[in-house]
């Protein structure tokens, strides 16, 4: 069974950092893309940013460029997101999610939450 | 950006209709075109991909339909459990997805 697990939510001043991780089972982790997704509350879903197999392709969101950085460690079955400079519209539901093989996200985790707020 | 518009906002459903919902792309996106559900406090579910291919435990009352810019999810007979929210996502280009289209019992 696949299964996504999120953390490392939580409650950041703004300007401050986090960082999220998702661990990964039931499927061989390195076979996939996988993707960052979030939702802000009461609103709809944001694509955030993804990471190829390898490495060695990542997209980011514009709003999150510069700021935000995301990897994996497939060793460990793995992914990550590092945000730094977080601002208050940066409050929401983060999900883990793996690219099904054309784009579409067909596994996501239960999410994490992260609060931006002085 | 390619810009993903979805209607109706809301979608006024009686259980055992039929419900209708259109996603519209800024451009074109081929068949690059999923579908999810969503139900409170829980993560989203994939429906759709490819613009008409269910996902792996779908049931057969969800089918998806168009290309270009122009899509359609088709919910053939509402059941209790369809009562969610449904988003479309293009990833021709990019990632994007639209506003959603909530559907609620009549």
């Known amino acids: 069974e696949v299964q996504l697990v999120e953390s490392g939510g939580g409650l950041v001043q703004p300007g401050g950092s986090l960082r999220l991780s998702c661990t990964a089972s039931g499927f061989t982790f390195s076979s996939y893309w996988m993707s960052w997704v979030r939702q802000a509350p009461g609103k709809g879903l944001e694509w955030v940013a993804n990471i190829k197999q390898d490495r060695s392709e990542k997209y980011y969101v514009d709003s999150v460029k510069g700021r935000f950085t995301i990897s994996r460690d497939n060793a460990k079955n793995s992914l990550y997101l590092q945000m730094n400079s977080l601002r208050a519209d940066d409050t929401a539901v983060y999900y883990c999610?793996?690219?099904?093989?054309?784009?579409?996200?067909?596994?996501w985790g239960q999410g994490t939450l992260v609060t931006v707020s002085s | 950006e390619i810009m993903m518009t979805q209607s109706p906002a809301t979608l006024s459903v009686s259980p055992g209709e039929r419900a209708t919902l259109s996603c519209r792309a800024s451009q074109s996106i081929n068949s690059n075109l999923a579908w999810y559900q969503q139900k409170p406090g829980q993560a989203p579910r994939l429906l759709i991909y490819?613009?008409?291919t269910r996902a792996t435990g779908i049931p057969a009352r969800f089918s998806g339909s168009g290309s270009g810019t122009e899509f359609t999810l088709t919910i053939s007979s509402l059941q209790s459990e369809d009562f969610a929210v449904y988003y479309c996502?293009?990833?021709?280009?990019?990632?994007?997805f639209g506003q959603g289209t909530k559907v609620e019992i009549k």
């Open positions: 996502q293009q990833y021709n280009n990019w990632w994007t």
């Open positions: 490819d613009a008409s």
């Open positions: 999610a793996r690219d099904g093989g054309s784009g579409e996200l067909d596994y």
